[in-house]
């Protein structure tokens, strides 16, 4: 009886098994980035949740090669948060559900691609032919 009870329980952890979430800082520490830098091994159907935890940001998909400003709403087949602000003890999330595991590149879009340009970006699924070291080397021009 106690055995069939902890198979039945494991069962039922099955379905939230199979998407993982990533959690990723947006301004943590009041500085002008995401924290992890970058994400590897996110398939459709995974998860990324920012959290949001100072000043007013957003994390907004763009371009490999031209990543500053990225373009509102982000780019095609992309995602963008929108602008999200940290006041007092209030940290706003977002949540993106991956569509595939294509890699990805985004940046914060405030202030006309100034925060990116401090380098203020993030990947998901770099390669070893596009890095996320040369992505943040485009972004800071
Ligand atoms: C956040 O930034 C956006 C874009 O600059 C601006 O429109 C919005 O008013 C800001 N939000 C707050 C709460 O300051
Ligand atoms: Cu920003």
Redesign the pocket.
Request: net charge neutral.
């Given at each position: 009886m106690r055995f069939t009870s902890i198979v039945a329980a494991a069962l039922a952890v099955v379905p939230s098994a199979l998407a993982a979430n990533f959690a990723v800082n947006v301004g943590q520490g009041n500085t002008f980035a995401f924290n992890p830098t970058s994400i590897t091994g996110a398939v459709a159907g995974d998860t990324i949740t920012f959290t949001f935890m100072s000043r007013?940001h957003s994390a907004t998909t763009t371009t490999f090669t031209t990543p500053c400003p990225p373009p509102a709403g982000g780019v095609p087949g992309g995602f963008d948060t929108g602008?999200l602000?940290a006041?007092g003890t209030t940290q706003p999330q977002a949540v993106v559900t991956l569509a595939s595991g294509n890699t990805q590149w985004v940046a914060c879009r405030?202030?006309g691609g100034a925060h990116c340009r401090m380098g203020m970006t993030f990947a998901v699924n770099p390669t070893a032919e596009q890095t996320y070291e040369q992505f943040l080397a485009n972004a800071r021009g």
């Open positions: 007013n602008f602000s006041t405030q202030a």
